[in-house]
């Protein structure tokens, strides 16, 4: 689970006053969820450690708008979600996702996984069909895939980081999955056709 479920740290730092170290601290703490979560919003890597830096930039620049009792990493989300959205509006494309980089947040394996390479393969193939459906997602059903099922966030944090209420979270969701499974199926479909 990331740490930013585990840990619901509210930033109590006299916005005016915060150091470049104690800045560097808190990038320390939430790069990690940052670059993955630009990295499933842009699915370029190199554009996401570039748009996440860049979000940190903003944030540091702009701390002094964060309120005293708000949560930084809801508040930091919003400037790294408004720094991808406009990068992707600029470019007007959609890469392709690096399954490498979002293995890395992928439950391990399971005592009963079977690691044939055949096996392994299949495993494989299937992720990257994911991988390949959630890019072809809007943003507002990406984004809350990646925020749910990736970074582990609760329907009320979705909630809060995106200014809605959860049942408007809990209807993309619902539409997003929809459309991953109607995505997956063709998918199958296709590759029984072409068999």
Known sequence: MCSVCEEEVVVMVPARRISRDEFAAIVKKYMKNAYFTALGLVGNRDDALELSQ?????????IRQLNSNRKFYPW????????????????????????????????SAGVDDCFTPHVVAERNEAKDAVWK???????KHREVIILRHFQHLSYEQIAKSLFCSKGTVMSRLYYARKRLKELLSTKKGGDRDGV
């Open 54 to 62: 860049e979000a940190f930039i903003l944030a540091y620049r702009n």
């Open 133 to 139: 459906a959630i890019g072809k997602l809007d943003d």
């Open 76 to 107: 930091f989300y919003q400037i790294l979600r408004n720094v991808c959205f406009s990068h992707l509006r600029k470019t007007r494309k959609r890469q392709r996702f690096s399954l490498e980089e979002l293995q890395g947040q992928e439950p």
